[in-house]
Every structure is written in structure tokens, then in C-alpha cells.
């Protein structure tokens, strides 16, 4: 027998750190799963009708898609440019241009990113610096808080005036600037509640820019989503803010694609070559074919001209089966978002109301008290009417059994 069989065994080696005690603190502790998420899942798993997440369940233009097979068949299938197609941003410079009369230098003042998350996340993390403030008005995205956050600065929440239709009160957005204030993020048209800018709004932020100097994040995602005959009034359409601002827009918004996850950041020079740096270490090109695409799309108007009155079809038909509910309705005068208010149901939380609205009543819908950074709650959950009309009848259907 080999000297070696009756050797005594080696100690069973210490146990080093788990993989969590190695990862140590989190980055983003306080960040889980997105209320879209779950709510997407239990819709799933109950067979609910979603009306909360808002992506639509209908598919965007024949043409549109063809031009993108186009695209791949003649060759567009390598990395495209890291600003994006000059096509594609000679196209979006003329967009921009004739709605809203500014003209952005496609070359050094436009970038393609992949999608607007992207964008806001980029633009968040091109300038902002550790401890800087970054002022979030409330309710809000929930990207912008974990983008801010992972760029080492500090979000100072302003809470939109519910009492006025969530309108901004510019007197205390004003007054939370100070001397640490680098950005102040603004959203119009708005989600959740669907409210839009209007003349007064963009004089109010001309003015806090002119005083104070900060930065703008433009979040303008639903550009063309907007009612009843107003106009967008975008950032871009200011020179005082368009010179301070990143304009951020998403075609998948505009085209029904959500899935192609392909925005714009329209920003001058000086700051769209920070914007670019991080850019392009993070996605560096975006999908090729389907940029080609779109830069032919655009070659005609009409699809995002018309857009405003396609989904104003789909509100006023949703807001009149809500009538016939117990949900009450709040203004909406853009987005494909509407908000309700269920105060004559239940005086349940929000996130319990739409958990047992889902669970019991098969609709998934989101709660707003979702789009603070603590818990707010108004008695008030955001549906989504950018579906198929059989999907909003079927959907109101189960909501006046509530």
C-alpha cells in the first residue's frame, strides 16, 4: 500500500467570502425589479389584459419594415457609424428644423443611440459628476434616478402641483437650485400623466436657465403624442435652452417599435462630444439596417405628423368606455397614457389596488405612487390606451365590473 494511503487527509480548505460578500454594496440598493416588469409578469401569468406597460400590442408600418429588409439585403450589416448613419442624422436635422426652427449640425451635434434610455442614461453620465444635484420632477421616469445615481450625483425630487393637473410650480423648482445644482431633467410631453408644456412653461425655464446657468435633460420621447390641437413645445424650439440642453427623442415611441430600442440625442457640439465619449464605450454603433431604414422612412412626414390624431382615436375611445366605470379620469392632453383615479372603488394603496385589479379583475394597469422615489399616494393608477381597439374594449369591459 502506498505510504500516501495512510497519510493523514488534508484539512478541508477555510471557506473564502461568498460571491456577496466579495460584491460588496450595491451600487443601486435601494433598485429591483421594475414595477413594468412585475406587472407585465402577473399580467402574463393571470392571462390580465395589459394596459399598464406602455409598448403597443398592434405593429408598426408595412413600409417601414420593408425598407429595413432593404437595407439588410443591399449590405447594411456591419457596424454602422458611432454617431449614427449620416443619413439618419441629416434627417433628423431637418426634422427638427421645420418643426421647431432650429438647426442642429447632423455631424457634431446629433448622435443615434440605442434607444432614449440609453440617451438619458449617457447624457446623465457625461456630466454629471460626484455630488452634483440633479433636479427630477415628480412623478417621474424611473430610469433617471439609477442613472444619476450611478453617476455619483445626488436627485433632488420637486413634486409636480397635483392640485393643478401636475403642472410644474417653477417657483419651487427654482428654489431648490443651489450651488451644487449641474442639471435639471424636464419631461413633455409627460409620463405618467400625460401633461404637455406650454408657452408659460418654457418662458418660466428660460428664465431659471438665464439665472441660474444649470443644464437641461430634455426628455421628449412622446413628441408627436399630443391632443385636442396643441403643439409640442419642445426645448429645441428655444435657442436660450436648445444652447444648454440635450434633446432626447425615440423613434420607437414615434413608429411603434419599441423594440428596436432607437432614439436621438440632439445636443450642441460642446456637449454632444461628452455625450459621445461615453457613447461609444457604452453602446458604441447602433442596429445598422434598421437606421437605414428609418432615414428613408422619414423622407415622408405624414406618419408622425398624423400620429397625434391616431392615438387621440384611441384616448377618446378609452376615456369614453372609463366614463362608464367608477375609475375617474384626470385631463390628458398627451402621451398614450391616461391617469384614473379609483378613490370611488377602494381606499387601497396604489400598489395593492393594481396588484388586486390584475389578480381579480384580469387589467394590469401601473400605480403612479411607482413613479416616486418614496411612496406617494393619490388613489390613482396610469393605463396605457396605445393598443388594438379590441384590446380597449376588452380591457374596459373588465373595468366596469370593478
Known amino acids: 500500500m502506498p505510504d500516501s494511503a495512510c497519510a493523514n487527509p488534508s484539512p478541508a480548505p477555510e471557506a473564502g467570502p461568498t460571491p456577496a460578500e466579495l460584491l460588496g454594496p450595491s451600487k443601486l440598493p435601494g433598485v429591483g425589479t421594475t414595477i413594468f416588469t412585475l406587472m407585465s409578469q402577473l399580467a402574463a401569468e393571470r392571462g390580465a389584459i395589459n394596459l399598464g406597460q406602455g409598448f403597443p400590442d ?21 457596424y454602422a457609424p458611432m454617431s449614427g448613419i449620416p443619413e439618419l442624422r441629416r434627417a433628423v436635422a431637418a426634422k427638427v428644423e421645420r418643426l421647431h426652427g432650429h438647426r442642429y449640425d447632423a455631424d457634431s451635434e446629433i448622435t443615434v443611440t440605442a434607444g432614449a434610455t440609453q440617451a438619458i442614461l449617457t447624457a446623465i453620465l457625461a456630466i454629471v459628476r460626484d455630488g452634483d444635484e440633479v433636479i427630477v420632477l ?54 405618467p400623466t400625460g401633461t ?10 428660460e428664465a431659471i436657465v438665464a439665472r441660474h446657468g444649470i443644464f437641461l435633460l430634455a426628455d421628449e420621447v412622446y413628441e408627436h403624442i399630443v391632443f385636442d390641437g396643441h403643439a409640442h413645445r419642445s426645448v429645441a424650439g428655444s435657442p436660450a435652452l436648445a444652447a444648454r440642453a440635450f434633446v432626447i427623442s425615440s423613434f420607437g415611441k414615434t413608429f411603434h417599435t419599441t423594440g428596436w430600442k432607437i432614439g436621438t440625442c440632439c445636443a450642441p457640439a460642446a456637449l454632444s462630444a461628452e455625450f459621445r465619449k461615453v457613447h461609444q464605450f457604452n453602446v458604441f454603433a447602433v442596429n445598422h439596417p434598421m437606421q437605414a431604414a428609418l432615414a428613408a422612412f422619414l423622407a415622408d412626414p405624414a406618419p408622425y405628423l398624423e400620429l397625434g390624431a391616431f392615438y387621440q382615436a384611441k384616448r377618446d375611445r378609452f376615456l369614453a368606455g372609463l366614463a362608464r366605470t367608477r375609475f375617474r379620469a384626470l385631463p390628458c392632453p398627451g402621451t398614450y397614457f391616461v391617469l384614473a383615479d379609483y378613490r370611488a372603488i377602494s381606499d387601497e394603496p396604489e400598489a395593492a389596488f393594481a396588484r388586486r385589479l390584475v389578480e381579480q379583475h384580469g387589467v394590469a394597469a401601473i400605480p403612479v405612487s411607482a413613479f416616486y422615489r418614496r411612496p406617494f399616494d393619490n388613489g390613482i393608477v396610469r393605463f396605457c390606451f396605445g393598443k388594438r381597439e379590441a384590446t380597449l374594449d376588452a380591457g374596459l369591459a373588465r373595468l366596469q365590473q370593478v
Open 58 to 78: 398592434f405593429d408598426g408600418n408595412a413600409r417601414l419594415h420593408q425598407l429595413v429588409t432593404e437595407a439588410m439585403a443591399g449590405g447594411r450589416n456591419q
Open 138 to 191: 415628480e412623478p417621474a421616469y424611473d430610469s433617471y434616478g439609477p442613472a444619476i445615481a450611478l453617476a455619483g450625483g445626488r436627485v433632488v425630487g420637486v413634486p409636480l402641483d397635483h392640485a393643478r393637473g401636475y403642472r410644474a410650480d417653477w417657483e419651487r423648482v427654482e428654489a431648490a437650485i443651489t450651488a451644487r445644482t449641474r442639471l435639471l431633467i424636464v419631461n413633455s410631453p409627460h409620463n
Open 196 to 205: 404637455i408644456f406650454d408657452a408659460d412653461d418654457i418662458a418660466a425655464l
